[in-house]
């Protein structure tokens, strides 16, 4: 069965800091791609990255980077040098090639970073 | 730049009532979707569309109806509003040509059924 495990219900930090937001997810299929959302307190979910199944090289976006690792079916979000605005709730996503209407959503984790 | 909108970003209603929630997207892609997003759930899909007048159900449809007449619109409707349908209501859209399949959100609806 598929599914999208974010075990960090909410994170706080001091701005500065770096912090990893871990998630692992579930797949029997081959072919698939992971995302990473962002949804700030205004509410719209902001996509920040898609990394499809093949391509477990990682990737840095500016402060940002994540980490793909198939052997341990992880897709770890890190924030270098956290700032206020950071704070949020991610979202971890799967979605399978067979069906790219289909995406599974981990609950969530909510980053707060105090000033 | 995509644009995904939605009619309200904050319904209050009563039992009872019915209630349409509209999402109206400007860059012509083919699917549509509606989620409801509670505390500790993510996101769950209630209904999407491939096309106009084709719907499919998702993992709660249960208490929820769609339409979708033209392609740029896709409305959720619940016929007889309850308060366990009081949650935040998000639309998504995504282009079936391109390669690449994320979704694109709107602002979302916070609904609230009293």
């Known amino acids: 069965a598929q599914k999208v495990t974010q075990a960090q219900t909410e994170i706080s930090v001091v701005e500065k800091e770096d912090v990893t937001l871990d998630c692992v997810y579930e797949t029997r299929d081959t072919t698939y791609y992971l995302f990473w959302y962002k949804q700030p307190p205004s509410g719209e979910l902001v996509f920040l990255i898609r990394?499809?199944?093949?391509?477990?090289q990682n990737e840095i976006s500016g402060r940002y980077s994540w980490n793909f690792q198939k052997s341990t079916s992880s897709f770890n979000f890190t924030i270098t040098a956290s700032q206020v605005v950071d704070s949020a709730v991610y979202f971890c996503?799967?979605?399978?090639?067979?069906?790219?209407?289909?995406?599974?959503f981990g609950s969530g984790t909510k980053l707060n970073v105090k000033p | 730049d995509v644009k995904v909108t939605q009619s309200s970003r904050y319904l209050v209603k009563r039992t009872g009532e019915k209630v349409f929630l509209e999402c109206v997207q400007d860059?012509?892609?083919?699917?549509m979707f509606w989620y409801r997003q509670d505390p500790g759930l993510g996101l769950r899909l209630i209904y999407f569309?491939?096309?106009?007048?084709?719907?499919e159900k998702g993992d709660i449809p249960e208490g929820y109806s769609v339409s979708r007449e033209k392609k740029e619109r896709f409305s959720l409707i619940l016929e007889s509003a309850s308060t366990n349908q009081t949650s935040m209501y998000l639309c998504?859209?995504?282009?079936?040509?391109?390669?690449?399949?994320?979704?694109?959100f709107g602002p979302g609806t916070r609904l609230t059924v009293l």
């Open positions: 998504a859209t995504r282009a079936e040509r391109e390669r690449t399949n994320e979704q694109f």
């Open positions: 996503a799967l979605s399978e090639a067979y069906n790219f209407n289909k995406f599974y």
């Open positions: 569309s491939y096309d106009v007048k084709m719907k």
């Open positions: 860059m012509d892609h083919e699917n």
């Open positions: 990394r499809n199944s093949f391509d477990e």
